[in-house]
C-alpha cells in the first residue's frame, strides 16, 4: 500500500510552512517533505512533527538563493564550498527531524557553461556528499527534473542521472523518481521505473498536464500505485502537486488508500 507524504511546498499555500504539518497530518498524510526546512529553527520544526505525529520523510540540501531563482546548486563549480558546507548544515536539520532522505538539486545550468565540466562538478559534490549522510544514517538521493518547468536544469533524464552516478562511483546514491518529470522528460513511466528499481531512493507524483492532484491528466496512477506496490516500493510517494482548489478538497484520490491502509 503506497503511503503518501504531503509536500509542503506545494500543499496547503493558504498557512504558513509551519501550520501545514498540522493540516497534513489531519488530512491523514503520515509524513511531510518540502524544498528546504533552513528558514525554519530546527527545533520548531521538530516540536510540530512531534506534536502531529508525522514523520519526515525528505527535504533537499541547500539549494542555493531559491528566491533568486536558484534550483539548486550541485552542477556549478564557483559553488562547490558552499556545496560542501551545506552538507554540514543538512547534516544538523536531518538529524533534529529524524529525516531519513536527502535531496540534491543539480541547479540551472549557466549560460555557456561546459556540460562536461558541470557533469563532472555534480558527480565530485555527490561522491563528497554521499558517505559523509551515509555515516550520519542518512540517504542521498538527486531528482531529473524537466526542462519545460526548468528549460535549462542540468539533469532532465534517468540516463543522464545513471552516468552522473556512474561517475560518481559512490554507494549511498540513489534518484528521486518524480512521475510528473518523468513523463514530461522520457515517458515510458512504468517501464523505465522497473529497470531502475534497485537505484530509486524517493518517488514523488502529480498529473500532467497542469502539476495538479493524481487523476486530474494523462497518469494512470491506478495503475503505477498498483505498479509500485507490486514492485516493493516501500518509501514514501511525494505528493509535490498544485492543488486544482483546495488541498483538502482534492484529496478525493488518496482515499481509497486511507481506507485500506
Ligand atoms: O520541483 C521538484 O520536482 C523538486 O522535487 C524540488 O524539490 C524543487 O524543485
Ligand atoms: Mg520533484
Known sequence: ?????????????????????????ADGFGAVEYVSPYEL????????????????ALFNLPPGDWAAGERGIGCLP???????RGIDTAIDYAKALKCPTVNCLAGLAPTGADAAELDRTLADNLAYAAPRLAD??????FEPINRRDMPTYHVSTTDHAER?????????????????HMQISQGDLIPTFER???RIGHVQVADNPGRNEPGTGEINYGFIFAELDRLGYAGWVGCEYKPKTTTTAGLGWMAP?????
Open 78 to 84: 564557483d559553488r562547490v564550498e558552499e556545496f560542501r
Open 164 to 180: 552522473i552516478m556512474a561517475m560518481a562511483g559512490v554507494d549511498n546514491l540513489k534518484i528521486q523518481y518524480d512521475f510528473y
Open 1 to 25: 500500500m503506497p503511503r503518501f507524504a504531503a509536500n509542503l511546498s506545494f500543499l496547503y499555500p493558504e498557512v504558513p510552512l509551519i501550520e501545514r504539518i498540522g493540516k497534513a497530518a
Open 257 to 261: 488508500y486511507l481506507r485500506r491502509a
Open 196 to 198: 531502475l528499481f534497485d
Open 136 to 141: 550520519a544514517g542518512i540517504a542521498l538521493v
Open 41 to 56: 529553527d530546527k527545533d520548531v520544526i521538530a516540536d510540530a512533527l512531534t506534536e502531529t505525529g508525522v514523520v519526515q
